[in-house]
């Protein structure tokens, strides 16, 4: 809310003291990668020809992904021992890695010489992360000799076809790190040994595991990618269904609905019907679609979103009207994250380098005295409140503005707009940043 003097929104919050730097959101630190075989003597790779059409697959059990087939007398390079029923084998023709069974692959003879024969070259990139496929492969001329040591593995690129989870280990006891969107891209950076590979998540710099069938093959992300799935706000459905709409509004057709515990990535809130009395905030999705935004929750941000380039030195606040976040530096360095709830559309909260100019530990705010900033009849109607022991409202402009506890606001609303205008948080947030800032402490607003 604003009052002549400020105006808020959170109550109970999440907040996290951040590293010196920064954290990231996957702390998993990168175990060197491991051999995928292990034996006393030194493995001599050999070559090998398919005696019949064959798949090629991303792990050594039932649960690995299907590459598609290959045809007959195709070369491939076993580089280890049998893993159960299948062989660990390099595809020269993708200069890449799968699993083969192993009833159907025979020794290739060498011969001294062979026929010319042309190149192969690597597959096109997918440029959808479906069931992944080969491409047929021209016959490979092997070696005239001895066989050469199996190349080193080759990091590539994978997208999920669905929400997917992101875990701390290749097994049942891993941590779940939450979900990723659907479309992430992501990069296997070791052989697939059991249902899930090791990855790099570009977006937070490290590493995680993921479920081998959620995912497919794809090209590196477009220049920009990482940048912008950094710039969206990330949720999650709470209700039921979401309905997307082409509009926002009730009256609006219906795109789509999806399920509770769906990833919605929303990039501008708008002003839309007020579906609940006092609550007219809708979110734009990334797909151009509409939703109310009663039916969805953020997912709380480990980490700080980027903030602006050219920022105050010292002591500052970062306000991020898009991802709904407050993070408190100390010049290039975040040392506190909380989510807050900012001006809903129509109230938003002003953009711009602002200062800490008034103080008040317990203030009350009310609707009545906005009369002075020009309101129009509907925004009057809006701004009817009276609320009694705000605490720690510290007001950074002349509008009426404020950092302050929002304590009617239910906890799981806090991460979208629904203020007049105030940088709201829940109690502990507030009270973390009443005790750290000061008169003069620049408050930086910026749009996403």
Known sequence: MRSVR?????????????KPLGATVLAVTMAPATAVFAANTPFKPWWGQNAQPTHLWSGPDAAAVDYGPIPPKSYLLVVGPQVGNRLFVY?????????????ILTPAALPLATASQPTPSAPTSQTTPSTPSVSTPPAVKPPAAQPPAAPAFAAWWVQNHQPTHL??????????????????????????????????????????????????????PPPGWVSSFLSSWTGTVIADSLIERAAPSTSAAVVKTVPRGTIVNVVA?????????????????????????EGMQIVPPTTPPPPPDDHPSGKWVDVNLLRQTVVAYQDNTPVYLAIASTGSPGWETPVGVHV?????????????????????????????????????????????????????????????????????????????????????????????
Request: aromatic share 16%.
């Open 91 to 103: 595809v020269p023709w993708t200069r890449n890695y799968a699993y083969v069974d192993a009833a």
């Open 6 to 18: 400020p105006k808020v929104s959170p109550t109970t919050s999440r907040r996290r003291f951040l």
């Open 269 to 293: 809130w708008v002003n839309g019907d007020e579906v609940v009395p006092g609550d007219w905030t809708w979110a734009q999705l990334g797909d151009g679609t509409y939703c109310y935004t």
């Open 167 to 220: 875990w701390s280990g290749p097994t049942d006891a891993a941590v779940d790190y939450g979900v990723v969107p659907q479309w992430s891209f992501l990069q296997v950076v070791t052989p697939q040994n059991g249902p899930r590979l090791y990855v790099y998540v570009p977006w937070t710099k490290n590493y995680a595991y993921v479920d081998a069938a959620s995912v497919g093959p794809s090209g590196a």
């Open 356 to 448: 800490i100019s008034r103080r008040v530990e317990n203030e009350t705010m009310k609707g009545s005295t906005l009369t002075s900033l020009g309101l129009d009849a509907l925004q009057l109607a809006r701004a009817n409140y009276d609320l009694q022991n705000v605490l720690y409202t510290q007001y950074f402009d002349g509008a009426g503005d404020a950092l302050h506890d929002n304590y009617w606001l239910p906890q799981r609303e806090f991460g979208v707009p629904h203020s007049h205008g105030c940088v709201g948080m829940q109690l502990a947030d507030a009270k973390w940043f009443w005790d750290w800032a000061d008169y003069g402490v620049p408050v930086v607003v910026h749009a996403r």
